[in-house]
């Protein structure tokens, strides 16, 4: 099977290189030359543990994966097609912008010469992959190709794992042969039994902006509940290792913290609140959701300010930039929005992150770059673990105390245990407790 990716995007790119390894002959496709250039000597345009291994391997050893910028060729000779073009917020408004998608399905139109699948992987509103076949329609016979919807669920800093060993795979077809061809082409995830969910497009798009959102849903309802934890003297981890354990509930993403973040949750929850809208449909839930994450920054940082009595000209520091671990993103990053209220007070700020420093500074000017986290703590009154990196989690917190008085310590993600903080001479506040 001859497989075609256009967008060397995060999505784009984990796709083409892990179907690669099942075994496929894969060409990535972007207009974007200088990019193209940079992905043929193996070089990602972002960091993901993994990715650079298998492109090297893919592109130099088997010689299964390639990359060009010229969708004609490659489109003519693919079996499928995959449109994995970003699909942003619009500007001003919560819509996504589908600009991109309709550039390409115009393209594919103008380029396909066989039969073959065209399979929508962008994060797209329900309607969206009807709407593609429309398009092609214009131009192709309707016997010539077929549209898919087929959602990704990766998770940036785990994404390769992800796609290797996915829950589920979920497949949006209106006939046998789409349905057949897509189950052909996941059969490598028969060895370990993935389920491969077979539905109407419009589940399948559903599904994806359904699923983002219940997941923003449980972050956004533990974060409340985690305030009424720090009123009340109970402990938000204990609260959620006790609902949890509910195999109804689930442990995962109830861990409370400063919001949720990155490319996909905030943009997605807002439009799927959209989507509903169109519809005069009430999904009122997620606006709570929604609301209560956009203020959840602002509510942190009023916190960090008044509990360290911060204020004009002292210095804090911020441990973490990316908006999570194992990635370089610093899209709708919490830390850097805290940094940046931070900073419009008058508090400077130096900041430390494994990887998301390039990204950081080239938007925020003001964050002051340090070498390693203890340079990052040197000489401020308050330090703000933001993302619980693997290494912050064991930091030699003696070495950064060093006999100051009320230096206090904001363990937003809750990676330390505060009695064990306390003891060292910090002022502790975690999340919720
Ligand atoms: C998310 C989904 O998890 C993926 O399944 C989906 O494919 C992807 O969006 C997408 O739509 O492309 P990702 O944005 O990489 O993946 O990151 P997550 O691990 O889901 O975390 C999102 C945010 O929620 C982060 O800011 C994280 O810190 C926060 N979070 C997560 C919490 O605050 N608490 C939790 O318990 C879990």
Same mark, same amino acid.
């Given at each position: 099977?001859?497989?075609?990716?256009?967008?060397?995007?995060?999505?784009?790119?984990?796709?083409?290189?892990?179907?690669?390894?099942?075994?496929?002959?894969?060409?990535?496709?972007?207009?974007?030359?200088? !990019?193209?250039?940079?992905?043929?000597?193996?070089?990602?345009?972002?960091?993901?543990?993994?990715?650079?291994?298998?492109?090297?391997?893919?592109?130099?050893?088997?010689?299964?994966?390639?990359?060009?910028?010229?969708?004609?060729?490659?489109?003519?000779?693919?079996?499928?097609?995959?449109?994995?073009?970003?699909?942003?917020?619009?500007?001003?408004?919560?819509?996504?912008?589908?600009?991109?998608?309709?550039?390409?399905?115009?393209?594919?139109?103008?380029?396909?010469?066989?039969?073959?699948?065209?399979?929508?992987?962008?994060?797209?509103?329900?309607?969206?992959?009807?709407?593609?076949?429309?398009?092609?329609?214009?131009?192709?016979?309707?016997?010539?190709?077929?549209?898919?919807?087929?959602?990704?669920?990766?998770?940036?800093?785990?994404?390769?794992?992800?796609?290797?060993?996915?829950? !589920?795979?979920?497949?949006?077809?209106?006939?046998?042969?789409?349905?057949?061809?897509?189950?052909?082409?996941?059969?490598?995830?028969?060895?370990?039994?993935?389920?491969?969910?077979?539905?109407?497009?419009?589940?399948?798009?559903?599904?994806?902006?359904?699923?983002?959102?219940?997941?923003?849903?449980?972050?956004?309802?533990?974060?409340?509940?985690?305030?009424?934890?720090?009123?009340?003297?109970?402990?938000?981890?204990?609260?959620?290792?006790?609902?949890?354990?509910?195999?109804?509930?689930?442990?995962?993403?109830?861990?409370?913290?400063?919001?949720?973040?990155?490319?996909?949750?905030?943009?997605?929850?807002?439009?799927?609140?959209?989507?509903?809208?169109?519809?005069?449909?009430?999904?009122?839930?997620?606006?709570?959701?929604?609301?209560?994450?956009?203020?959840?920054?602002?509510?942190?940082?009023?916190?960090?300010?008044?509990?360290?009595?911060?204020?004009?000209?002292?210095?804090?520091?911020?441990?973490?930039?990316?908006?999570?671990?194992?990635?370089?993103?610093?899209?709708?990053?919490?830390?850097?929005?805290?940094?940046?209220?931070?900073?419009?007070?008058?508090?400077?700020?130096?900041?430390?992150?494994?990887?998301?420093?390039?990204?950081?500074?080239?938007?925020?000017?003001?964050?002051?770059?340090?070498?390693?986290?203890?340079?990052?703590?040197?000489?401020?009154?308050?330090?703000?673990?933001?993302?619980?990196?693997?290494?912050? !989690?064991?930091?030699?917190?003696?070495?950064?105390?060093?006999?100051?008085?009320?230096?206090?310590?904001?363990?937003?993600?809750?990676?330390?245990?505060?009695?064990?903080?306390?003891?060292?001479?910090?002022?502790?506040?975690?999340?919720?407790?």
């Amino acid at each position: 099977m001859k497989l075609t990716i256009i967008g060397t995007g995060y999505v784009g790119l984990i796709t083409g290189a892990c179907f690669a390894e099942f075994g496929y002959e894969t060409v990535c496709v972007d207009k974007d030359i200088n !990019r193209i250039i940079e992905l043929n000597q193996s070089k990602c345009p972002f960091y993901e543990p993994g990715i650079e291994e298998l492109l090297n391997k893919h592109l130099n050893k088997t010689k299964l994966l390639s990359f060009s910028n010229s969708l004609s060729q490659s489109a003519e000779s693919a079996d499928i097609i995959f449109i994995t073009v970003g699909t942003p917020s619009k500007r001003l408004e919560d819509d996504a912008d589908l600009s991109f998608v309709w550039d390409v399905a115009r393209e594919i139109s103008n380029n396909i010469k066989k039969y073959c699948l065209i399979v929508t992987k962008s994060t797209v509103p329900v309607g969206t992959t009807k709407q593609v076949k429309q398009l092609i329609l214009e131009k192709i016979d309707e016997n010539n190709f077929d549209v898919v919807s087929n959602p990704e669920f990766l998770r940036e800093g785990s994404a390769i794992n992800d796609f290797m060993r996915p829950d !589920r795979v979920v497949i949006g077809c209106e006939n046998q042969k789409s349905e057949n061809i897509m189950r052909e082409l996941y059969r490598p995830l028969n060895l370990n039994e993935t389920p491969i969910i077979s539905t109407s497009i419009e589940s399948s798009e559903i599904i994806k902006y359904a699923s983002n959102s219940f997941l923003a849903t449980k972050i956004s309802f533990i974060n409340q509940v985690a305030n009424l934890c720090e009123q009340v003297g109970a402990n938000i981890q204990d609260v959620a290792k006790g609902m949890g354990i509910d195999k109804r509930i689930g442990s995962k993403f109830l861990h409370a913290g400063p919001g949720y973040g990155g490319s996909c949750f905030p943009k997605d929850v807002k439009a799927f609140i959209n989507t509903a809208n169109k519809h005069n449909v009430d999904l009122s839930i997620l606006s709570a959701v929604n609301n209560f994450n956009d203020q959840r920054v602002s509510e942190i940082t009023n916190k960090i300010i008044a509990k360290s009595n911060l204020s004009k000209g002292d210095t804090a520091a911020i441990l973490g930039l990316s908006f999570k671990p194992n990635t370089d993103d610093i899209r709708d990053s919490t830390s850097i929005k805290i940094g940046k209220i931070l900073n419009e007070k008058g508090i400077n700020v130096k900041s430390y992150d494994p990887v998301a420093m390039d990204n950081a500074k080239k938007e925020n000017p003001f964050l002051t770059l340090c070498k390693n986290a203890y340079e990052a703590c040197e000489d401020v009154k308050t330090i703000i673990i933001a993302t619980e990196w693997n290494e912050f !989690r064991a930091l030699d917190l003696k070495k950064i105390v060093n006999n100051k008085n009320n230096l206090c310590i904001f363990d937003l993600r809750n990676i330390y245990k505060s009695e064990e903080i306390k003891e060292l001479g910090f002022d502790y506040f975690g999340t919720g407790k």
